[in-house]
């Protein structure tokens, strides 16, 4: 069966502080990989996707990039954060080439002070 | 953009009662789906109902789709106190093989009271 990791669960960080977080999936090939961000109370914003190694795709330009060194490895990242980066941050999979339903992982509740 | 937005943002009910949220989007759908979510967790799919598709459903969850209004229903029948979560629904319109992306709402939060 598939499962999909993220680390850490929460973190706290100062403004200008890098950042990185990861999300790893487990009992697939060749995902379709995907950032969301979602602010307290609100919807989620897509931030990232990646349809192979090395291919991403950014949704909206700001302060974060991703990448995907490996087959199943997601990495988010920031070399300074700002305090608007702080949120709850979820990475998904779906089965590449069919996109039926994304499988989420627990997510990273991230807050820069 | 939002594509999904769903109605009410709140509903709050009586263990037992049904609760029924509905979704509205802009353009053409290839699918809607709902997901479910529990304060502080990830999201969990519930249901996908396609476009040529009216109605759907999985236990004590219908879903319908009505494409010429662009929105969609979910009803959870004999709602639980475990029920209680933010609701979302998603849709993909994307063309060919090339958009692999889902548009998510801002959801519902449903609170059922035992």
């Known amino acids: 069966s598939q499962t999909i990791h993220q680390w850490p669960a929460t973190l706290v960080q100062p403004v200008g502080s890098p950042l990185s977080l990861e999300c790893t999936v487990e009992g697939t090939s060749n995902p379709n990989l995907y950032w969301y961000r979602q602010a307290a109370g609100r919807g989620l914003q897509l931030l990232f996707y990646?349809?192979?190694?090395?291919?991403i795709s950014s949704e909206v330009p700001q302060n974060l990039s991703a990448s995907r060194p490996q087959d199943r490895q997601f990495i988010l990242s920031s070399k300074k954060l700002l305090l608007s980066d702080s949120g709850f941050y979820l990475c998904?999979?779906?089965?590449?080439?069919?996109?039926?339903?994304?499988?989420f992982g627990p997510g990273t509740r991230l807050t820069v002070l | 953009s939002q594509q999904g937005e769903e109605d009410p943002q709140a509903l709050s009910i009586q263990e037992g009662e049904n609760a029924t949220m509905n979704c509205s989007y802009k353009?053409?759908?290839?699918?809607l789906q709902w997901y479910r979510q529990n304060s502080g967790r990830g999201l969990v799919h519930l249901i996908l109902i396609r476009s040529n598709e009216r109605e759907k459903h999985s236990g004590r969850l219908r879903v319908t789709l009505d494409t010429s209004k662009k929105s969609s229903s979910l009803l959870i029948t004999a709602s639980r106190a475990a029920d209680t979560a933010s609701y979302f629904c998603a849709t993909d319109s994307g063309s060919g093989g090339s958009n692999y992306k889902l548009t998510f709402g801002k959801g519902t939060l449903l609170t059922v009271n035992p």
């Open positions: 353009t053409s759908i290839n699918n």
């Open positions: 990646s349809v192979g190694i090395g291919q």
């Open positions: 998904a999979w779906s089965p590449l080439w069919i996109l039926n339903e994304q499988f």
